[in-house]
């Protein structure tokens, strides 16, 4: 059976099954057990999962420790047509939602992500930022397909919308938590939350730590904690509640993290030794990152019912990573990179009440980052060239920002059961950019290779400007209690895009400079159930995605300063992506919860003629290729079990992941040798809980199986060194827990 004929037969199968739904328990069995009602703040206001007109999966808080998941990368596997793939350091975080993704570096500071973070309202532009832990939060939400109406430009693929936990102000509570297992896995963590003036001021104090050693041998300088980190992760919150129709969250965290990267080994080529797990790099590839955010919302009730929302927010970001550029045994090239970013955000909501046959939020929003990007190349004393050994080059750009939108989003019911939906947004975004100058260690140097030193910052003398609307519009149908049916169609943008340039004019007259804002057109159609009152529920959508000008990265072996690789962003023509998503939650029985979900994907080019294959330096037509990171099948299932013992509970949990073969990050051309093969992972974990809920202790064990696939492939080439680097899963981790929680 072809994969067209799969799609059509698992689509009718899912919808039948969903619509038509099975019989209601009788009366008698209605109140045994039902699943807990998910609440989510997609549309900007709390609303039931069930209700919400938008492909959404929830990770709540205790789904995040039950299933062992630290960050953003772990609940990706847990979300259907979500892939956060492996990337070569801390600061990358290369993300793709329903089979679209666009490559770039934290370096590459004109360039904006496809999926957009969002925590408490704050949107978090690097995306470096999807990499932090999780910290203390009490769901995360992940909406597929673009959000350009509530949450704006850069969601054209999806957003994350993340929900910290907030200071209680009727009693004291906390939680410690402290973990240990191999490969030096040292983690801890804590929070408390104190009522400091009675129903008026809490406060809510949380701290993490944590440190692992490495899993990779280095076999040029001796290490084998290729793969260690360290982290430091910390977050207070005030609640202050001057009225009862007025509340006002402060939120100030920062995170600190260092690592020695696995940055990649050679798979195939070059210092390839047909061991896994071994690299043979000279200079050590490290990367720092230092994350601050502060943010104050505000929010105010009126006596008609109204809703008034403030956020302002502030955040202060710093990267900076070591590489070795061609990973060889010798010292030939080290990159040493850093990026520095600020922003500050404003954003005003008036929610209307929902107590009459129409409802809506409408809102303006505004921010301003001002981005830094500096480079040091460092020829190394193995550079063939001698008068080139132990010098070296830096330069760099800086970006501004400045972006401010208006928005609307309401329904309507035009019946009990019949209710349409939709919104527009404006929004308007201006970059512009300057050049450092290129500074030389020594002017001969940098003349033997062809790296024009300059001495002034000059400014490029063009804008990338933003300036469109973006809308949704749908119904939604009320088929029964239970069941919901939706259609939706929906527009979304992600703004231009500067490529970092050495000389702006010439750039500019080939074309290479900057590209133009990427556009999207989404079709979704679904159905939300819920089956033997509220026991099981069902999810469904279907989806069709049409890109214009899809940013995409292309480059060559030796185009860059000193014969470097090069890269730059450019426009392809247009891309599709069509599939659907399916979830099922069911409680088998009071003690054992059953999850599966399922996405199906097709993305390809639709029309790309002007690709660089990295081997050859050639251009070529990829039209009708698949989009890198766009595996057709991604499943999830978890079984939880709960039962009583030993005057306490124990509960056991086991999750299945499964993502299908996908090319990789820079694999646009659809080489074999850049093809990620398919892979299942397994997770476990068993708890035992006193009686009183209190005390906790876990053993945990990811990847059980000890699976060693590939998780990353890419084609390398620099001076004449041509390769496959790649990194291959990391191995099975296990450990113990104890928490408390007062």
Not at 630 to 641: D, E, G, R, T
Not at 668 to 687: D, F, K, M, W
């Amino acid at each position: 059976m072809n994969q067209s004929r799969i799609l059509q037969s698992t689509v009718s199968a899912a919808f039948s099954a969903i619509c038509l739904g099975t019989p209601t328990l009788s009366s008698a069995a209605e109140s045994a057990f039902v699943l807990e009602e998910v609440i989510v703040t997609a549309t900007r206001r709390s609303e039931t999962l069930q209700d919400v007109p938008i492909s959404i999966s929830v990770i709540s808080a205790d789904d995040i420790q039950a299933s062992s998941s630290t960050d953003l990368r772990d609940i990706s596997t847990h979300v259907p047509n979500f892939v956060f793939a492996e990337s070569n350091n801390i600061g990358q975080g290369f993300t793709s939602i329903r089979g679209i993704f666009s490559v770039s570096d934290p370096g590459e500071i004109g360039f904006d992500q496809n999926v957009g973070i969002y925590v408490d309202g704050v949107y978090f532009p690097r995306q470096f930022s999807a990499n932090a832990n999780m910290g203390e939060v009490e769901r995360v939400e992940v909406l597929r397909g673009p959000q350009g109406t509530l949450f704006g430009r850069n969601t054209i693929s999806g957003a994350v919308n993340i929900t910290s936990k907030k200071a209680n102000m009727e009693e004291m509570e906390g939680q410690l938590f402290t973990e240990t297992g191999n490969h030096g896995l040292t983690h801890s963590k804590g929070s408390i939350s104190i009522p400091l003036i009675e129903d008026k001021l809490a406060v809510r104090v949380f701290g993490e730590y944590l440190e692992t050693d490495g899993w990779v041998d280095n076999l040029t300088n001796g290490k084998d904690d290729q793969g260690s980190r360290e982290q430091t992760n910390s977050r207070l919150q005030l609640r202050y509640t001057p009225s009862e129709d007025t509340t006002v969250d402060f939120s100030v965290a920062s995170l600190d993290a260092e690592s020695l990267d696995y940055f990649y080994e050679h798979v195939e080529g070059a210092s390839n030794d047909n061991k896994k797990f071994t690299t043979a790099n000279n200079y050590d590839n490290e990367s720092e990152l230092d994350l601050f955010n502060a943010s104050l919302q505000v929010e105010h009730n009126f006596d008609s019912g109204y809703t008034l929302t403030s956020i302002t927010a502030w955040l202060d970001d710093e990267m900076s990573f070591a590489a070795d550029v061609e990973g060889m045994p010798f010292p030939l090239v080290l990159a040493v990179n850093a990026t520095y970013a600020e922003q500050f955000s404003q954003e005003f909501r008036i929610a209307s009440p929902t107590d009459q046959n129409y409802d809506f939020v409408a809102g303006v929003y505004y921010d301003k980052e001002e981005s830094d990007f500096v480079s040091d190349i460092n020829f190394g004393p193995g550079f063939p060239a001698p008068p080139v050994q132990n010098q070296g080059f830096a330069n760099g750009n800086s970006i501004d920002r400045e972006s401010w939108a208006v928005f609307v989003h309401a329904n309507y019911d035009l019946t009990e059961a019949l209710a349409l939906f939709g919104g527009v947004r404006y929004t308007n975004e201006t970059k512009d950019q300057s050049i450092n100058p290129t500074a030389c260690t020594d002017s001969f140097a940098c003349l033997i290779m062809g790296i024009a030193e300059t001495n002034e910052t000059v400014d490029v003398p063009v804008d990338v400007e933003l300036d469109d609307w973006t809308w949704t519009a749908g119904l939604r149908y009320t088929i029964s209690e239970d069941t919901m049916l939706y259609g939706s169609m929906a527009t979304g943008i992600k703004g231009g895009a500067f490529n970092n340039s050495t000389n702006p004019e010439q750039d500019l007259a080939n074309n290479n400079l900057f590209t133009e804002p990427e556009e999207v057109t989404s079709v979704e159609v679904g159905v939300k159930s819920s089956w033997l009152d509220n026991r099981i529920t069902a999810n469904f959508a279907l989806f069709y995605m049409e890109y214009d000008d899809l940013q995409v990265k292309v480059g060559c072996s030796a185009c860059g300063a000193g014969g470097l690789p090069e890269n730059s962003i450019t426009n392809a023509a247009d891309a599709e992506s069509q599939g659907f998503e399916l979830e099922l939650t069911a409680l088998a029985t009071e003690s054992l919860t059953l999850t599966l979900g399922a996405g199906y994907n097709e993305s390809e080019y639709g029309s790309f003629e002007r690709a660089v294959e990295k081997r050859t330096d050639s251009v070529v037509d990829v039209s009708g290729n698949t989009v890198p990171l766009a595996p057709k099948w991604s499943i999830n299932a978890s079984a939880q079990h709960e039962t009583e013992i030993f005057s306490g509970s124990l509960t056991s949990r086991l999750d299945l992941t499964y993502i299908d073969e996908r090319y990789g990050v820079f694999g646009v051309t659809n080489h074999r040798g850049e093809l990620i093969p398919s892979q299942t992972l397994v997770n476990g974990r068993v708890t035992y809980r006193t009686s009183n809920g209190n005390w906790g202790i876990s053993a945990w064990g990811k990847n059980l199986t000890d699976d060693d696939s590939l998780t990353y492939l890419s084609f390398s080439s620099a001076f004449g060194i041509f390769a496959t680097a790649g990194q291959y899963q990391q191995p099975r981790t296990y450990g113990l827990a104890i928490d408390y929680t007062f």
